[in-house]
């Protein structure tokens, strides 16, 4: 008997309930369990909570304007102008502004990723991002800064309502999905909060609408 | 790890003297417990997510055998390999099998308690790769050569002075004292392991049946660097933390970080399926599961199998005023505080524990903050009576519990010997109304004075208040 058999005869002989229909039931009914209040306002909400871990956050009316907003951004925290963007967002105006972004993954010394996201949701001010081949996971996570464009009627109020989109829009989850809940940060020395540990030191999220 | 939990008298005697550790503890208590509490209360109703938590844990152990197969035929579809393995050499025997089969020289890992319970790191060595820890805190343990002392802040016990003097030994660089300072010093010293890492090893917090997925949750975003960046991944996790839907692990999610770290969410949630797709940039282009039961299936069934449904948020250890006071070196192996003082010796033996079950006041701090309600001072209980079945008291104890229960069952001598004792505890504590000494307690008496009591029974009191 390997160790598959062994361990897995060891649980049966040990187990109380052995109901595979019991199991398909729960799968194919995939119940909620209880929800917090579904918020007003899923925009004010998701910002208001995204500050609150220390995201910073813009909003424009013009996806045009998403490379002057960042521009202006990252001159006045005295950041480096360049980076690289998701294709999807290739062909904003980022030259004109004076940003060099041009769209491949992430690496090791690129500073600054600009990304979009699946979805974002308003309960903890977090962003859903899919691993794919036009949405390298090294761009939200190699740079100092991460930048996400995100359409804010892409913002569901729970982690719940992001799953039932996943399902909706795709069969299977992609190989990595992320959520970003801010700047990556450590309390390991001292308890002491200290943003900037592994991943990003910053993290902006610019709410465009299309 | 090797368990050294029957040294744990003697390690009690050494934390309790040491100042510098109790220093670090009390930081611990201001943040965990206060920073719980803070966030805690964003969740309205807290009994019911914390039922519907055990309930979701409950459904996966009464049924286990369903859910790990399911989780293992979903995560075969996806493209991961799936292994089982008995115990903790097993796991260390996988992973160095994988590392040779892809021609591994070295690894970035990011925070596992259960590579912990297997001593990986030493045995990869010993298999010629060389491993690197990638959570600060565990990367500052591999460096000083210690072992974690709290699953979710590995290097509590140690203060900000004795980092700054590890890091300028061994990164031969000009001493850094401010703590962000540190952290990015040890940011830029790791950034090549993880671009040079050949595989990259994790945990899992859980594993998702439905979708066969394995999910992390990280603050640092070491957990994303491991599992994006080497070409080959290797995520170890217990048997029990199969969870049926991504519904039941997001309501799990909502209590893990607010009990652990008081986080309403960590930074990074990673869902882990299959591997690397032909077109994908990143990703691994092998992605193995390893399952490691290391006497986890002997609790399935029994009258301690509410213990797994743990999901090692560590908040029973941050509340336990033992913990609180001792640190988790004492406890002697991976898991301390209330949680460890029940895993240890039902997973390593109870013979080699004897102490652990019996370190608690029974106060219930730890089971009233468990986010998935295990009855942790029941659980110790029964580990004591199991103890005294197995004759592992001393026969003085053996002894008293045995009049005390000849006792119990013959009420009218119970109450004469009862009015007898408290006349006798009364006349002892004199005019002070205090004792210094207890025959046969001066273990107690030694750091406190005994109140003496009035000098009535309960029962003499209880038959006053009824007759007026």
């Known amino acids: 008997m390997n160790a598959r058999e062994k361990i897995l005869s060891k649980i049966r002989s040990a187990q109380t309930q052995s109901s595979a229909p019991v199991t398909s039931a729960h799968l194919a009914q995939h ?84 990304t979009g996201a699946f979805c974002a949701i308003a309960e903890t001010g977090t962003l859903m991002m ?79 609408s299309l | 790890m090797q368990n050294t939990s029957l040294q744990f008298r003697n390690q009690v005697t050494i934390k309790l003297a040491d100042a510098r550790l109790q220093d670090a503890l009390s930081r611990l208590q201001s943040r965990f417990v206060e920073g719980r509490s803070a966030v805690i209360s964003e969740i309205a109703d807290l009994e019911e997510a914390r039922t519907a938590a055990a309930t979701i844990r409950d459904r996966v152990i009464n049924n286990l055998e369903h859910w790990l197969v399911h989780f293992e035929q979903q995560a075969t ?76 802040a590995p290097v509590v016990h140690k203060n900000k002075e004795e980092i700054s003097d590890l890091f300028a030994e061994k ?136 213990m797994l449904r743990c999901i090692r948020c560590g908040a029973c250890m941050n509340h336990c005023p033992v913990y609180q006071n001792i640190g988790g070196h004492a406890y002697g192996w991976v898991y301390p505080g209330p949680m460890g003082s029940i895993l240890t010796p039902l997973l390593g033996g109870i013979e080699k524990s004897p102490d652990l079950p019996n370190a608690s006041t029974f106060c219930g701090a730890c089971a009233a903050v468990c986010p998935v309600k295990i009855p942790l001072p029941d659980l110790l209980r029964k580990l004591r009576e199991k103890q005294l079945q197995r004759g592992m008291k001393s026969w003085q104890e053996t002894f008293l519990l045995k009049v005390w229960a000849w006792l119990a069952l013959h009420p009218t001598i119970y109450a004469i010997a009862t009015r007898i004792g408290v006349r006798l505890i009364r006349m002892m504590g004199g005019k002070e109304k205090l004792l210094h000494t207890l025959p046969g307690a001066g ?13 009535k029974t309960f029962r003499e009191l209880h038959k006053r208040g009824a007759g007026q």
């Open chain 2, 443 to 455: 273990g107690w008496t030694d750091g406190r004075d005994f109140p003496a009591p009035s000098g």
């Open chain 1, 31 to 114: 119940p909620r369990g209880p929800l917090p209040p579904a918020p007003t306002d899923l925009v004010a909400c998701f910002k208001e909570r995204a500050l609150k871990l220390s995201s910073d956050v813009l909003e424009t009316h013009s996806r045009a304007e998403v490379p002057t907003l960042l521009a202006r951004y990252l001159r006045g925290k005295n950041l480096p102008v360049s980076g690289v963007c998701w294709p999807s967002l290739a062909g904003l105006p980022w030259s004109a502004a004076g940003l060099d972004m041009p769209s491949r993954p992430a690496k090791n010394s690129d500073l600054v990723g600009v």
């Open chain 2, 171 to 306: 990164h031969h660089l000009p001493r850094k004292t401010g703590i962000a300072e540190l952290c990015r010093e040890a940011r830029e010293v790791l950034r090549p392991a993880f671009l040079n890492a050949d595989m990259g090893i994790s945990g899992a917090n859980f594993l998702v049946a439905e979708t066969g997925s394995a999910l992390i949750v990280t603050n640092e975003g070491n957990g994303r660097l491991v599992t994006t960046l080497p070409r080959v991944h290797v995520a170890i996790t217990g048997i029990e933390k199969v969870v049926p839907t991504l519904e039941d692990v997001t309501t799990l999610l909502r209590l893990l970080p607010r009990s652990a770290t008081g986080q309403s969410i960590t930074n990074y949630v990673s869902v882990l399926t299959g591997k690397k797709n032909a077109e994908d940039h990143d990703g691994p282009e092998h992605f193995h599961i390893i399952l490691l039961d290391n006497g986890r299936s002997s609790l399935v069934g029994s009258e301690m199998q509410e």
């Open chain 1, 130 to 208: 899919l691993s794919g081949p036009d949405t390298p996971a090294t761009t939200s996570l190699l740079p100092e800064t991460h930048v996400a464009v995100l359409d804010p009627r892409r913002i569901v109020a729970t982690m719940e309502d992001a799953w039932d989109l996943l399902r909706k829009e795709f069969k299977q989850p992609p190989r990595a999905v992320n959520f970003i809940s801010g700047p990556s940060r450590t309390a390991d020395i001292e308890q002491t909060v200290t943003l900037g540990a592994h991943g990003p030191y910053r993290v902006l999220l610019i709410l465009a």
């Open chain 2, 77 to 152: 579809a996806c493209g991961a390999i799936v292994h089982w393995a008995e115990t903790g050499a097993d796991v260390n025997r996988i992973v160095a099998g994988i590392a040779a089969q892809h021609g591994v020289k070295t690894a970035a890992k990011s925070k596992s308690m259960v590579s912990e319970e297997c001593g990986l790191n030493d045995a990869l060595e010993l298999a010629g790769v060389k491993v690197m820890e990638t959570d600060l805190g565990e990367y500052i343990l591999q460096l000083a050569k210690e072992a974690p002392s709290h699953i979710v």
